[in-house]
């Protein structure tokens, strides 16, 4: 029986976001047209007919190997356009800020969503040659990119196995063969920070750091880029340790609005 106070003649959207809700509370193991039946009482038909158009919207995502759903790209979209006023933000703002003063590059703040990372906030340096390569909004799989890839080492080699699988066309179009990228994440491991040369772009370089929830998984990271004649090895260790050190700093969050007794 219907809430009578439901808006009349909107049972469809409020199925489909109901759909919305259920991948986004699985998006990291994904689920079967069954497992969605499941847990939201909707007839297979239905189920089914809401999943194509999610997939053709881009709101969800069909793993073609396993047929399991996530969450797409768009509804990702929508989540940062929530973002960009969020706590990551007012709190490692200032850390940003620093990191392009001192360096005088292009700093980028990432958030893990899912299998991707999403840039959050950029912050231009001194140095006359920006780096477009990435911007506000952006989404790319973990591992491509160097914020990325800080994250996508920081987490377990299982997961990294099944996030590598899904995306293997990006992978393999940046240059990240299987040996190559175990070589990268083991390197990361190693160093507490990533380093990459020339792999979303041509002729760009940088070094990047994940944060960590909890002190175990990654959630954010924030990297630094330039042009690669700029980026020696030397320099790339340097800038690497400018970076750890700032992100070890306490972070600093917005003040909060003190209520009046």
Same mark, same amino acid.
């Given at each position: 029986?219907?809430n009578?106070?439901?808006t009349?003649?909107a049972?469809?959207?409020?199925?489909?976001l109901?759909?919305?809700?259920?991948?986004?509370?699985?998006?990291?193991?994904?689920?079967?047209?069954?497992?969605?039946?499941?847990a939201?009482g909707?007839?297979?038909?239905?189920?089914?007919?809401?999943?194509?158009?999610?997939?053709?919207? /881009?709101?969800?995502d069909r793993?073609?190997?396993?047929?399991r759903?996530?969450?797409?790209?768009?509804?990702?979209?929508?989540?940062?356009?929530?973002?960009?006023?969020?706590?990551?933000?007012?709190t490692?703002?200032?850390?940003? /800020?620093?990191?392009?003063?001192?360096?005088?590059?292009?700093?980028?703040l990432?958030?893990?969503?899912?299998?991707?990372?999403?840039?959050?906030?950029?912050?231009?340096?001194?140095?006359?040659?920006?780096?477009?390569?990435?911007?506000?909004?952006d989404i790319?799989?973990?591992?491509i990119?160097?914020?990325?890839?800080a994250?996508?080492a920081a987490?377990?080699d299982?997961?990294?196995?099944?996030?590598?699988?899904?995306?293997?066309?990006?992978?393999?179009?940046?240059?990240?063969?299987?040996?190559?990228?175990?070589?990268?994440?083991?390197?990361?491991?190693?160093s507490?920070?990533?380093?990459?040369?020339?792999?979303?772009?041509?002729?760009?370089?940088?070094v990047?750091?994940?944060?960590?929830?909890?002190?175990?998984t990654?959630f954010a990271?924030?990297?630094?880029?330039?042009?690669?004649?700029?980026?020696?090895?030397?320099?790339?260790a340097?800038?690497?340790?400018?970076?750890? /050190?700032?992100?070890?700093?306490e972070?600093?969050a917005?003040?909060?609005?003190?209520?009046?007794?």
């Amino acid at each position: 029986m219907s809430n009578p106070q439901e808006t009349p003649g909107a049972q469809n959207m409020r199925r489909a976001l109901q759909v919305l809700r259920t991948l986004a509370s699985h998006h990291g193991e994904g689920m079967g047209v069954t497992e969605v039946m499941s847990a939201t009482g909707l007839e297979r038909s239905t189920a089914h007919r809401l999943l194509t158009c999610l997939v053709e919207e /881009q709101f969800a995502d069909r793993d073609p190997l396993t047929r399991r759903y996530r969450l797409g790209l768009d509804a990702m979209r929508l989540g940062f356009a929530s973002l960009t006023r969020a706590p990551v933000i007012s709190t490692y703002e200032a850390h940003v /800020q620093r990191l392009a003063r001192i360096s005088e590059d292009t700093v980028f703040l990432l958030v893990r969503q899912g299998d991707y990372s999403m840039c959050l906030k950029r912050e231009d340096g001194a140095f006359p040659v920006k780096i477009f390569s990435t911007r506000v909004g952006d989404i790319r799989p973990l591992g491509i990119g160097v914020g990325g890839m800080a994250m996508l080492a920081a987490l377990p080699d299982e997961e990294i196995e099944q996030i590598t699988a899904r995306h293997a066309a990006a992978f393999e179009a940046a240059g990240l063969t299987a040996e190559r990228l175990s070589k990268v994440v083991a390197r990361t491991r190693r160093s507490g920070y990533s380093e990459m040369l020339d792999t979303v772009t041509e002729g760009v370089a940088g070094v990047g750091a994940a944060i960590l929830a909890g002190g175990a998984t990654p959630f954010a990271a924030v990297s630094i880029a330039s042009i690669k004649p700029r980026m020696s090895a030397a320099r790339r260790a340097e800038l690497a340790e400018l970076l750890l /050190q700032t992100l070890r700093a306490e972070p600093t969050a917005q003040p909060k609005t003190r209520r009046k007794a």
